[in-house]
């Protein structure tokens, strides 16, 4: 990104109310800990921070809870086009899931498997709290889920 892109995005910034400001700042830092994570760690260490493998929380959630994760999936929706480092479905997922965990609120990461048309594997990843899906849920629909990590407070 270039100087003039990054103080334009800057400027963006400041007009957004407080609330949002921070929690832009909290996903932006958060995506960047997520990815090192995923590269730099063995995936047994990344799951244990995911939550109980192979446990899914309730479809159900309060109403302010539930204003707070719509928040989150409209943050996470827009800030991967502004990090400098790929920010795909796991590295969103995992800021998803943090992000809700800091606010006592309870999330499933789902992990799913297909098959390209040359037979190879594709993998996804999204995040699921109450009954709505927060991120990578353009997708999921195309993958077999193989494994669930659930966070509950």
């Known amino acids: 990104m270039c100087f003039q892109t990054i103080k334009r995005h800057a400027f963006k910034l400041l007009k957004l109310p407080n ?8 996903a932006f830092f958060l995506t960047g ?3 090192f994570a995923i590269l730099f760690f063995p995936f047994r260490n990344v799951a244990s921070v995911m939550g109980k493998p192979m446990f899914e929380t309730s479809q159900e959630l309060e109403a302010g ?7 989150i999936a409209f943050i996470l929706k827009k800030i991967p086009r502004y990090t400098p480092w790929q920010s795909k479905c796991l590295v969103q997922a ?3 899931q943090l ?14 498997i297909s098959k390209d048309e040359n037979g190879g594997l594709l993998a996804h990843a999204w995040l699921r ?3 709505v899906v927060i991120t ?3 997708f999921m629909s195309k993958y077999k889920q193989v494994a669930c990590f659930g966070y509950s407070k």
């Open 33 to 35: 800990l997520s990815r």
């Open 136 to 138: 990578g849920d353009e």
């Open 94 to 96: 995992l800021t998803g």
């Open 65 to 71: 809870f539930m204003e707070k994760a719509m928040e």
């Open 129 to 131: 709290c109450g009954s």
């Open 99 to 112: 992000m809700l965990r800091r606010r006592g609120i309870s999330s499933t990461i789902y992990l799913g």
């Open 19 to 26: 609330k949002y400001r921070l929690m832009i700042l909290e």
